[in-house]
C-alpha cells in the first residue's frame, strides 16, 4: 500500500515538473489595446482592421471603436489601422512589454474614392 502512494506521489511530482515551463511561457506575452475614430468627427469607426506587422496578431474594432490584441511576444513593432473608405494609418515603434498593457489610438482621415 506505501508504494503506491510513493509511486502516485512520484507521478505528481513528475508532473508539476514538467509543467512548470508551461505556466511560465503563458506570462511571456503582453496586451495591445486602443480605439479607431475618425479623424474630423471623431466617431468610433467600427469593423476597423488592426495588424501587428511582421506577424499574423490582429483584431477588429467593435461598436464602441475598441479593440483588443492578447499574447504578443515582448518586442517593438509597426501597428496598421484600415477600413475602406479611409486612409490606412501605421504607427512605428510601438513597444509591447511582458504583462503590460500598451495603448494606442488610431484617427483615420477619410479617403473617398471620386
Known sequence: MNSYKFISRLIIFQLLILLTPLINLQSQSGKLVG???????????????????????GAATDV????????????????????????KETQTEVDINVDRTTEINFKLKDETIQ
Not at 479607431?36 to 501587428?52: K, R, S
Open 35 to 57: 480605439s479607431v475614430t475618425d479623424a474630423v468627427t471623431g466617431e468610433a469607426l467600427i469593423g476597423a482592421n488592426i495588424l501587428i506587422n511582421g506577424t499574423t496578431l
Open 64 to 87: 464602441k471603436g475598441k479593440f483588443l490584441i492578447l499574447k504578443i511576444p515582448p518586442a517593438t513593432y509597426s501597428v496598421t489601422a484600415s477600413i475602406l473608405g479611409y486612409a
